[in-house]
Structure formats: structure tokens, C-alpha cells
């Protein structure tokens, strides 16, 4: 069973940076898809970037230009840079692995990114 844990989520004023962690607890493989999730209060939980290798990303229209997914497959680790935030951003982000075969999905537990001033 992978566990997924993000990290570096926390409070901000807009306009300002933050950059979320993913490690995994087992080996993250070549064509594993990564992506990057979030929850705002009363919202249903959204896409905000996936990965599927460097180079081949997919973002939400709201983050387009202000977010960087990466990842690590040697280190294990996924990373959202996420620049010049707004209050909309607030939410819970989820880090998310799926695996096609054998097909499974595993998620994060979640870190707190809050935007305010």
C-alpha cells in the first residue's frame, strides 16, 4: 500500500509563494500519473495539475501560468509551485498517484494552503 504525504501548505497573503511536497512511500514508476487536487469548503474537489513525465503537464484554467507541477521519479517526490496566489486559491491540496497497471490511485491526506491578507 503507498502512502502519499504533502507538506509545505500554509497561510499567505496574496501575491505571495508556497511550494507543496508529495513523498511517496514506495516507488513512484515511469508511467504512473501525478496530479495535484484541491478543496475549497463547500466545492467539490477539483484538478488543479497533473503530470504524467517532465514536459507533459495539464492545468486548470485558473492556475495556468501561475503553477509548476514537477516531479522526481528517483527521489519518490512531486512538487506544486504555486506563484502570485489569491484568496480563490484557499483550499485543502491533495496529492494524487495513479497507476495504470495493475490500475490503482492512492491520495494524500491533504495540507492546508490558505490565502489572506
Known amino acids: 500500500q503507498l502512502q502519499l504525504v504533502e507538506s509545505g501548505g500554509g497561510s499567505v497573503q496574496p501575491g505571495g509563494s508556497l511550494r507543496l511536497s508529495c513523498a511517496a512511500s514506495g516507488s513512484i514508476f515511469t508511467l504512473d500519473v501525478l496530479g495535484w487536487y484541491r478543496q475549497a469548503p463547500g466545492k467539490q474537489r477539483e484538478l488543479v495539475a497533473s503530470i504524467i513525465r517532465e514536459g507533459v503537464t495539464n492545468y486548470a484554467d485558473s492556475v495556468k501560468g501561475r503553477f509548476t507541477i514537477s516531479r522526481d521519479n528517483a527521489k519518490n517526490m512531486v512538487y506544486l509551485q504555486m506563484n502570485s496566489l489569491k484568496p480563490e486559491d484557499t483550499a485543502v491540496y491533495y496529492c494524487?498517484?495513479?497507476?495504470?497497471?495493475?490500475?490503482?490511485?492512492?491520495w494524500g491526506q491533504g495540507t492546508q494552503v490558505t490565502v489572506s491578507s
Open positions: 494524487n498517484l495513479k497507476r495504470p497497471l495493475p490500475r490503482v490511485e492512492y
